[in-house]
C-alpha cells in the first residue's frame, strides 16, 4: 500500500509555490520528460523523490499518463504532487479540515506550519491609520490594535459587500446587465474602503465588472476592469503560475475584441510563452492562443488599399 501523502497544500502546475508541495509516491520516471501508461506508474513505484512543484507537471494524454520535469530526478529523489487544497486558496484551518475529512491526517508541510505569513494580505482588512494588512486585529505595518468594536463593524460591512455582490452576480446572470454594473460598482466602492488593497474580494468584483462590460460589448472598459484581477492572479499565484496564465489568455481576447490589438499581441505572446511550459506541444490553449495572437499581428499590418 502507497504510504499517504503528508504535505498538502501545493498546486498543480508550474512556478506556484517551490516549497510548498505534497509529498507524492511515483514511480522512478528518470529523466526531463517522459510518458508511461497509469499501470506502468503503479507497477513501477520504486522510488519517491523530492521535487519543487516549479519543475515538474503531470497530466493525461488518452490513458496515457504524461510526466513532465524541467531537470533530471535521480533515483530516490521524493516528487511533489497537488492533491487540491492550496494555501494560495484556503486559508489553513480550511486546509486542514478539507484534508481531515477526506484523507484522515494533519498536514504538516511549511504553509500549514507557517502559518500563511505571506498570505494574509489577501484576506486582510485595510489598516484605518497606514492602510497596511490587518491580520487577528493587529496591523501587520504599524502595529496598530483595531478595537474589538471595529472589528466587528469590519465584518458587518464584509457581510454587507458579499450581498452586494451576490445581488448583482444575480442581475448579471438575469442579463440585466446595467442594474448588475451599478451594484458591482457599488460594491467595489465599498470594500476599496475597508479591504486591504489586494484582497481576493476586490479581485473577484473587478473581475465580474469586466464580464458585465464584455457582455454589453464594451471590451475596452472590460479590459481595464480585467487588468486588475491579472495582476491579483500574478501576485497570488505567482508570474509562471498556470493561474496567471489562463488570466493573461482572457485579457488578451478581451483586448483583440477591444481592438487593442498592440496590447493584444504583446500580452498573447508573454500567455503563450508560458502555456508552452505548461502544456504539451499541439495542446487545444497553445492552438487557440498561437491563432489569437496570429490574427492579432496581422490586424497591426496596415492593409494596403487596392488600386
Ligand atoms: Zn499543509
Ligand atoms: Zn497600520
Same mark, same amino acid.
Given at each position: 500500500?502507497?504510504?499517504?501523502?503528508?504535505?498538502?497544500?501545493?498546486?498543480?502546475?508550474?512556478?506556484?509555490?517551490?516549497?510548498?508541495?505534497?509529498?507524492?509516491?511515483?514511480?522512478?520516471?528518470?529523466?526531463?520528460?517522459?510518458?508511461?501508461?497509469?499501470?506502468?506508474?503503479?507497477?513501477?513505484?520504486?522510488?519517491?523523490?523530492?521535487?519543487?512543484?516549479?519543475?515538474?507537471?503531470?497530466?493525461?494524454?488518452?490513458?496515457?499518463?504524461?510526466?513532465?520535469?524541467?531537470?533530471?530526478?535521480?533515483?530516490?529523489?521524493?516528487?511533489?504532487?497537488?492533491?487540491?487544497?492550496?494555501?494560495?486558496?484556503?486559508?489553513?484551518?480550511?486546509?486542514?479540515?478539507?484534508?481531515?475529512?477526506?484523507?484522515?491526517?494533519?498536514?504538516?508541510?511549511?504553509?500549514?506550519?507557517?502559518?500563511?505569513?505571506?498570505?494574509?494580505?489577501?484576506?486582510?482588512?485595510?489598516?484605518?491609520?497606514?492602510?497596511?494588512?490587518?491580520?487577528?486585529?493587529?496591523?501587520?505595518?504599524?502595529?496598530?490594535?483595531?478595537?474589538?468594536?471595529?472589528?466587528?463593524?469590519?465584518? #458587518? &460591512?464584509?457581510?454587507?459587500? @458579499?450581498?452586494? *455582490?451576490?445581488? !448583482?452576480?444575480?442581475?448579471? =446572470? $438575469?442579463?440585466?446587465?446595467? %442594474?448588475?454594473?451599478?451594484?458591482?460598482?457599488?460594491?467595489?466602492?465599498?470594500?476599496?474602503?475597508?479591504?486591504?488593497?489586494?484582497?481576493?474580494?476586490?479581485?473577484?468584483?473587478?473581475?465580474?465588472? #469586466? &464580464?458585465?462590460?464584455?457582455? @454589453?460589448?464594451? *471590451?475596452?472598459? !472590460?479590459?481595464?476592469?480585467? =487588468? $486588475?484581477?491579472?495582476?491579483? %492572479?500574478?501576485?497570488?499565484?505567482?508570474?509562471?503560475?498556470?493561474?496567471?496564465?489562463?488570466?493573461?489568455?482572457?485579457?488578451?481576447?478581451?483586448?483583440?475584441?477591444?481592438?487593442?490589438?498592440?496590447?493584444?499581441?504583446?500580452?498573447?505572446?508573454?500567455?503563450?510563452?508560458?502555456? !508552452?511550459?505548461?502544456?504539451?506541444?499541439?495542446?487545444?490553449?497553445?492552438?487557440?492562443?498561437?491563432?489569437?495572437?496570429?490574427?492579432?499581428?496581422?490586424?497591426?499590418?496596415?492593409?494596403?488599399?487596392?488600386?
Amino acid at each position: 500500500m502507497v504510504p499517504p501523502p503528508n504535505e498538502l497544500c501545493g498546486i498543480p502546475g508550474f512556478g506556484l509555490v517551490p516549497d510548498q508541495e505534497i509529498r507524492h509516491y511515483i514511480q522512478n520516471l528518470g529523466p526531463a520528460a517522459l510518458k508511461s501508461s497509469p499501470t506502468e506508474a503503479i507497477k513501477h513505484r520504486t522510488f519517491f523523490g523530492t521535487l519543487p512543484l516549479r519543475q515538474f507537471k503531470i497530466f493525461f494524454i488518452g490513458d496515457t499518463l504524461v510526466v513532465c520535469t524541467t531537470k533530471d530526478i535521480s533515483k530516490g529523489e521524493e516528487i511533489y504532487n497537488c492533491y487540491g487544497p492550496h494555501y494560495c486558496r484556503m486559508n489553513r484551518d480550511e486546509r486542514q479540515a478539507v484534508l481531515q475529512s477526506q484523507y484522515h491526517f494533519t498536514c504538516d508541510c511549511a504553509a500549514c506550519q507557517g502559518g500563511d505569513v505571506d498570505h494574509h494580505r489577501f484576506g486582510a482588512y485595510k489598516c484605518p491609520r497606514c492602510a497596511g494588512v490587518v491580520h487577528t486585529s493587529t496591523c501587520l505595518e504599524c502595529d496598530l490594535i483595531v478595537d474589538s468594536s471595529t472589528m466587528a463593524n469590519l465584518k #458587518a &460591512r464584509s457581510t454587507q459587500c @458579499q450581498k452586494l *455582490f451576490e445581488n !448583482a452576480c444575480g442581475l448579471m =446572470n $438575469a442579463q440585466q446587465y446595467q %442594474a448588475a454594473l451599478a451594484v458591482f460598482e457599488q460594491c467595489r466602492e465599498q470594500r476599496q474602503e475597508f479591504l486591504y488593497k489586494h484582497h481576493r474580494d476586490l479581485a473577484l468584483v473587478q473581475d465580474a465588472l #469586466a &464580464r458585465c462590460w464584455a457582455s @454589453q460589448g464594451d *471590451f475596452c472598459t !472590460a479590459a481595464d476592469h480585467l =487588468n $486588475a484581477s491579472v495582476e491579483f %492572479a500574478r501576485l497570488l499565484y505567482g508570474s509562471r503560475s498556470l493561474e496567471y496564465a489562463h488570466e493573461l489568455h482572457k485579457l488578451a481576447e478581451v483586448l483583440f475584441n477591444a481592438g487593442r490589438v498592440r496590447e493584444c499581441v504583446d500580452v498573447a505572446d508573454r500567455c503563450l510563452h508560458m502555456f !508552452a511550459d505548461l502544456y504539451p506541444p499541439g495542446h487545444k490553449v497553445l492552438r487557440e492562443v498561437k491563432e489569437l495572437c496570429e490574427m492579432a499581428q496581422k490586424a497591426l499590418v496596415p492593409q494596403v488599399n487596392p488600386r
